[in-house]
């Protein structure tokens, strides 16, 4: 079976970091572009940030740039989104999946609220 799962969302201060992690199985996660898109409350999704199959090219929206990291473990079949300085428009739920959009995990909450 074919999964996607995020883990490490949470509420936190402005300012606070977080780490997000999203364990991929059922398929060869090695072989695929992934990328994080957030859905904030009310709103459409935003892609965040992406990661090409082998880890060596990263990619952000302007809104994160500079604040957030997105690496993989392909030994580990693990994705990963460091984020620091979180603002309070950062709140959203968080979904990690392929760059295609054709594989998109259940998503974890983040909140960020003083």
């Known amino acids: 079976e074919v999964q996607l799962v995020e883990s490490g969302g949470g509420l936190v201060q402005p300012g606070g970091s977080l780490r997000l992690s999203c364990a991929a199985s059922?398929?060869?996660?090695?072989?695929?572009?992934m990328s994080w898109v957030r859905q904030a409350p009310g709103k459409g999704p935003e892609w965040v940030s992406g990661?090409?199959?082998?880890?060596?090219?990263?990619y952000y929206a302007d809104s994160v740039k500079g604040r957030f990291t997105i690496s993989r473990d392909n030994a580990k079949n693990k994705l990963y989104l460091q984020m620091h300085s979180l603002k309070l428009e950062d709140t959203a739920v968080y979904y990690c999946g392929t760059e295609t959009g054709e594989l998109r995990g259940q998503g974890t909450q983040v909140t960020v609220s003083s």
């Open positions: 990661i090409n199959s082998g880890g060596s090219s990263t």
């Open positions: 059922g398929f060869t996660f090695g072989n695929f572009d």
